[in-house]
Nanobody, 116 residues
């Protein structure tokens, strides 16, 4: 199983970035997908999730600014991030999971740095 995230980088406050995560080795369409982030010295936190059926959920801190979407044919999940602020600086990780039978996979992460 591989979850290859890309699209991170350095952006000024107020700017936008789009992350992509391409999955291989899993039946993508039946997995729930998500983005999480971890800032230095902090725990990994949920950013946004999208179920296999397309239902989405967002952390309060990103609601209205970030949009998660998926392309099942391309086995890719996206995260469009707008109005970025320094507080969004973190390593962003892609996740794929199925509650039953309890599989859970993580990608290696992509760094997002927002300068003030």
């Amino acid at each position: 199983v591989q979850l290859q995230a890309s699209g991170g980088g350095l952006v000024q406050a107020g700017g936008s970035l789009s992350l992509a995560c391409v999955a291989s080795g899993i039946s993508f369409s039946i997995h729930n997908m998500g983005w999480y982030r971890q800032a230095p010295g902090k725990q990994r936190d949920l950013v946004a999730t999208i179920t296999s059926g397309g239902d989405t959920n967002y952390a309060d801190s990103v609601k209205g600014r970030f949009t998660i979407s998926r392309d099942n044919a391309g086995k890719t999940v996206y995260l469009l991030m707008t109005s970025l602020g320094p507080e969004d600086t973190a390593v962003y990780y892609c996740n794929a999971n199925r509650p039953y039978p309890g599989t859970n996979y993580w990608g290696k992460g992509t760094q997002v740095t927002v300068s003030s």
